[in-house]
């Protein structure tokens, strides 16, 4: 039987995973041109929320947790004048994913409940920083469903 540690780290895991794959499941239709284009002039486009959602992880839980030593540019995730292909930007992304995942896995009953601190968030412990930041993909996510649906909507989407 598994413990709660165990138990923890599992279903965190998972929820990355499953988020992960919605993510991939809605980019696949798009094509590079559609997946960087704005929907509006104010809004961001999906690659530029794959970009986004990318350093939000790779800063909250990469630098601060896993201390790979990470620097953000907030700014240029959402306004790169020169993005990286759609592929290359959601390998960038799963390897975010894959980094979050292995985090998880390492973090100790003790490691759950230590002290955090990060610019922009209010997590005083891990386990709350690694909970908003599911949250923050499922925030996006939702966003990413409404550029799904824009696309069809308007016969731009090739499925």
């Known amino acids: 039987m598994a413990g709660v540690d165990e138990t923890l780290a599992s279903v965190l895991a998972d ?33 530029h929320l794959v970009l986004h959602l990318t350093g939000n992880l790779n800063y909250y839980i990469g630098a601060q947790i896993a201390k790979t030593g990470y620097v953000r540019d907030r700014p240029r995730e959402f306004n790169d004048p020169n993005p990286p292909a759609k592929e290359e930007a959601l390998k960038r992304f799963d390897d975010a994913v894959a980094m979050v995942k292995e985090t998880i896995r390492t973090q100790t009953s003790g490691d759950w409940s230590a002290e955090y601190s990060g610019a922009g968030t209010n997590a005083k412990i891990r386990l709350d920083m690694i909970m908003q930041c599911a949250a923050h993909m499922q925030h996006h996510i939702g966003q990413m469903i409404y ?10 989407n090739p499925e």
């Open 147 to 156: 550029l799904d649906h824009q696309w069809k909507l308007t016969d731009k």
């Open 15 to 47: 929820r990355y995973t499953a988020n992960a794959a919605r993510v991939r499941e809605l980019a696949v239709p798009l094509t590079n041109e559609q997946f960087w284009q704005k929907p509006f002039p104010y809004g961001n486009s999906f690659g």
